[in-house]
């Protein structure tokens, strides 16, 4: 059972922290990539909606356990190309059948999924063995002095942020669970520096 906060205020919190013009600057990087049938592992209020190719996507399904945000979508859902569909889930029990994706898109999510071994492993399951996997993610900086403030916030952070992590590793999360990094790129985004490291990129299945 949601509490108020994170019914009604923690979505809205989120809606305006991932919708800067930073961010969206990473999605346009990675979403166009996208290709044939996919699957997006938090979707949140759909920010990644705009930046799908139609010509490469040929149907969209995205997952998020809270409907909440997803109610926030501003998108003109009549103006996608290719089929959509919604499905309230986690990412760690995935209800869809083995090797049914092409592409699997995960962005700005990984921070936030409790159990990354078992999301990972669900992610492999259900897609297929040319698949790939793009990401976009904050995460761990490499400077120490940022990882020790990410380290000594991260407790309250979580605690408010409905569940975000400030200080995961993230290619070394993704290539501990049966992945391979093709493409990676590394830089902090304008902003608050222990929240703004960010890491994209694309990864396939060993």
């Known amino acids: 059972m949601k509490n108020p906060y994170e019914k009604y205020i ?3 919190v989120v809606h305006w922290a991932c919708s800067g013009g930073p961010s969206s ?3 346009q990087k990675v979403i166009p990539k996208a ?4 699957l997006e592992i938090g979707i949140g209020s759909g920010l990644n909606l705009p930046f799908y190719n139609p010509e490469k996507v040929s149907s969209l399904t995205a997952i998020d356990p809270s409907e909440e945000i997803w109610k926030l979508n501003q998108y003109h859902m009549e103006r996608l190309e290719f089929d959509f569909e919604f499905v309230k ?3 760690e029990e995935l209800p869809f059948k ?3 994706f092409d592409t699997v898109v995960i962005t700005y999510a990984l ?3 409790k159990d990354t071994t078992k999301a990972l492993g669900e992610i492999r399951r259900v897609l297929k063995p ?3 996997l793009l990401f976009s993610e904050h995460g761990l900086a490499p400077d120490k002095s940022i990882e020790f403030w990410q380290n000594t916030i991260n407790p309250v952070w979580k605690s408010v942020g409905g569940g975000c992590n400030l200080n995961k590793n993230i290619p070394q999360l993704i290539e501990n669970n049966g992945f391979k990094i093709k493409d990676l790129n590394t830089m902090y985004l304008p902003g608050w520096k222990p929240a703004s490291y960010n890491y994209w990129g694309e990864a ?3």
């Not at 290709?35 to 996919?38: F, L, M, N, Q, S």
Request: glycine share 8%; proline share 4%.
């Open 111 to 113: 921070c936030t999924i």
């Open 35 to 38: 290709k044939g049938k996919v």
């Open 204 to 206: 396939v299945m060993i």
């Open 10 to 12: 923690l979505p809205k």
């Open 89 to 91: 889930a986690y990412a």
């Open 98 to 100: 083995e090797k049914k």
């Open 25 to 27: 600057k990473q999605r």
């Open 130 to 132: 040319e698949g790939k």
